[in-house]
């Protein structure tokens, strides 16, 4: 969630930066360009003070004037010299009064054309375009010379704009500094931000994929956090225990109600006993009471068995599974060889987390189906494997298998195949298996074995689910 929301708000916050930071800049190269104009339309000022004394150089008459048209022109050499800025006092008629360098001449179109025509117009020339520092032209500013109202003459400055180019580059570079250092400490605000906010999200997270693991009494520890997280939190906690209470008073009322109803059905039984003394041996109706007896008897053990495997947590220790599965075929064997059915096991030495009891019921459990199911002079394989983190046993049958709408109901409660129903069982033996399993880090699966036959893994962890 985090790698989503974070980009979130850095576009946000490189946009609100963008939309401040391209206005700066935009206004940092007027004021860098105004400050230049500025500066040329006083020059241009000053030049055409000097040449309203000396317009008459317009002419062909030469008059006293010719010193203070020196002077002009020596003004003009000297602000060309410094600043290398070409300028120029243009007679209406285009004949230079005065020029630096010599070569500075009025073209026919362009800036300097256009610039020197709206002066003529008794005004001083529009402000030029502005000056971007990837663009290499000139800085044109033109002022008219007035004399008795009439316009007789036009400065013209003609400005190159490499320093004004290196000064607005060089704003542009401080504004991008400052947005990047801007955006930087915007990302680690959005950061904390974020951790600030999820923080409590992971807590949560982690908390109910340890419930739905198993692990009822985990809780949300308290944790920073906007308010309705932690409202939410709390919540959460409070939802938690109802439902541990709900399950907890299921389990209590299923191992009760098991406990109570065994002494009843121990008499009925026994009552049942005594009535077939009083009849004759092979009287069917007694026989088919008397098993029904039994079976209830076995399913009522069974729910106390899965009330407490619910209950009870798993006692896990490093366990050698080879070891302990060639102890289960070894017990399973002879009730394989009275149906005719050959129980083989492969059980190389491997080592995982388990609970050695739970393990052992659950292998009983998958074994007793096996050779249940396994038609006679039929194998059964057991084989014992480990893979990465995981260490498996593996039952193999030759018997009928399952569909595939069974084998997605397979170890549900009192389940059992309706083509299976004759057979002996309660349908909860795989449930308390799988129940005992997951309590310990482990599971239990089902998947076919061609041509026909069940193969189930029973599979445990090799690394402490603690670490």
């Not at 060309?80 to 209406?92: D, E, M, N, S």
């Not at 009494?217 to 939802?239: D, I, W």
Request: hydrophobic share 45%.
């Amino acid at each position: 969630m985090r790698t989503r929301l974070l980009p979130l708000l850095i576009v946000l916050m490189a946009a609100v930066l963008l939309a401040l930071g391209i206005p700066l800049a935009v206004s940092v190269a007027s004021a860098q360009q105004q400050k230049v104009v500025v500066d040329r339309i006083d020059d241009t000022a000053r030049f055409a003070s000097l040449a309203q004394f000396v317009t008459d150089a317009c002419s062909s008459t030469r008059t006293s004037t010719d010193e203070r048209l020196a002077t002009l022109r020596s003004e003009l050499a000297s602000y060309y010299g410094v600043y290398g800025i070409r300028a120029g006092v243009f007679c209406r008629t285009d004949i230079p009064m005065a020029q630096a360098p010599p070569s500075f001449f009025l073209p026919d179109q362009g800036e300097v054309r256009d610039a020197f025509a709206e002066a003529l117009l008794s005004r001083r020339s529009h402000d030029p375009k502005q000056v971007w520092p990837w663009q290499r032209n000139r800085l044109v500013v033109a002022s008219p010379v007035i004399r008795d109202g009439d316009v007789v003459a036009v400065v013209v400055t003609d400005s190159p704009t490499g320093a004004l180019r290196s000064r607005i580059l060089h704003g542009w570079l401080v504004i991008g500094v400052g947005e990047i250092a801007a955006m930087l400490l915007a990302v680690g605000a959005a950061l904390r931000l974020t951790g600030w906010v999820l923080r409590p999200v992971r807590v949560l997270d982690a908390t109910t994929h340890a419930i739905a693991s198993g692990r009822l009494k985990t809780r949300v520890a308290a944790a920073g956090g906007p308010p309705e997280l932690r409202r939410l939190a709390h919540s959460f906690n409070e939802m938690a225990d109802n439902v541990e209470d709900v399950l907890e008073q299921q389990r209590a009322f299923v191992a009760d109600a098991s406990h109570q109803l065994r002494n009843p059905l121990a008499a009925l039984l026994l009552r049942i006993e005594l009535l077939a003394l009083e009849l004759p041996e092979d009287n069917e109706e007694i026989a088919s009471v008397r098993t029904e007896g039994k079976r209830l008897a076995e399913v009522l053990d069974d729910l106390l068995d899965l009330a407490l495997a619910e209950h009870t947590e798993a006692d896990l220790r490093i366990t050698d599974i080879g070891a302990l599965t060639a102890e289960r075929v070894a017990a399973w064997t002879p009730t394989a060889e009275a149906k005719g059915v050959r129980l083989v096991g492969n059980c190389p030495p491997t080592t995982a987390w388990a609970d050695p009891v739970t393990l052992s019921s659950a292998l009983d459990a998958v074994i007793d189906n096996a050779v249940k199911f396994t038609p006679q002079d039929e194998c059964v394989e057991v084989t014992v494997a480990a893979d990465g983190d995981t260490s498996t046993v593996v039952v193999t049958d030759n018997g009928p298998g399952l569909t595939d709408e069974e084998l997605a109901r397979v170890g549900d409660r009192f389940w059992r195949s309706s083509r299976h129903q004759n057979i002996k069982g309660s349908g909860l033996g795989l449930s308390i298996s799988r129940t005992l399993l997951a309590a310990g880090g482990g599971s239990i699966s089902y998947g076919r074995h061609e041509p026909h036959g069940l193969t189930v893994t029973v599979s445990v962890p090799r690394n402490s689910p603690a670490v």
